[in-house]
């Protein structure tokens, strides 16, 4: 079964960091463009980040919302993604969630089951 | 960044009613649009890709329409389990961005 497990989201003080972790199972994830969105009560499901697949050399692209805060990193050996948050703000409290990209076009599937991060004093 | 509008926010409907819901782009994104279903605490799930194809193991009673900026899901008959949240998103340009959902709730 094609599967992502994310797990490290928690409560963390503004400016903190958090390091979210996105394990795959059922696929090699290499082969694939992953991409991390989280959804927010206020502000809905937004696309944050895009890692594409080792073939595209794992280069990465973030909105303008987290970029120089956010970063994703790979390890083939775990079949895993993360995702780094640092300074983080009230704004970045949301269930966050990996998902794997469709290589016919910009779609999700499947989604983790999501990680809350809270960020709050 | 493209924004996505919805329409209804909610609507309520009866088992066996047909559903449509409205999804607008601010500017055109071709058929680089996908529908999704979401039950309350579960992620988001898959239906329809390119605007209107059916994702693999999705009821037939879903379908999609539309191209550049106008789209329409449409639910041909609902089902009990049809009763969720559906969001548009529009896959043409990054950062990827969706529409503020359309509740389905029973009637």
Do not use: H
């Not at chain 1, 595209?56 to 970063?71: C, D, I, L, P, Q």
């Amino acid at each position: 079964e094609v599967q992502l497990v994310e797990s490290g989201g928690g409560l963390v003080q503004p400016g903190g960091s958090l390091r979210l972790s996105c394990a795959a199972s059922g696929f090699i994830s290499s082969d694939y463009y992953i991409d991390w969105v989280r959804q927010a009560p206020g502000t809905g499901l937004e696309g944050i980040a895009r890692s594409r697949n080792k073939i595209n050399s794992y280069t990465t692209e973030y909105a303008a919302s987290v970029k120089g805060r956010f970063t994703i990193l790979r390890d083939e050996s775990k079949n895993s993604l993360y995702l780094q948050m640092n300074s983080l703000r009230t704004e970045d409290t949301a269930v966050y969630y990996c998902v794997r990209v469709s290589m016919a076009g910009n779609w999700f599937d499947p989604w983790g089951q999501g990680t809350q991060v809270t960020v709050s004093s | 960044d493209i924004q996505m509008t919805q329409s209804p926010s909610s609507v309520s409907a009866s088992v066996g009613d047909r559903v449509t819901i409205s999804c607008r782009a601010s500017q055109g994104v071709s058929s680089w649009l996908a529908w999704y279903q979401q039950k309350p605490g579960k992620a988001p799930k898959l239906l329809i890709y390119a605007a209107s194809n059916l994702q693999s193991g999705v009821p037939s009673r879903f379908a999609g329409s539309g191209s550049g900026t106008d789209f329409t899901l449409t639910i041909s008959s609902l089902q009990p389990e049809d009763f969720a949240t559906y969001f548009c998103q529009q896959a043409n340009s990054f950062p990827w961005t969706f529409g503020q959902g359309t509740k389905v709730d029973i009637k």
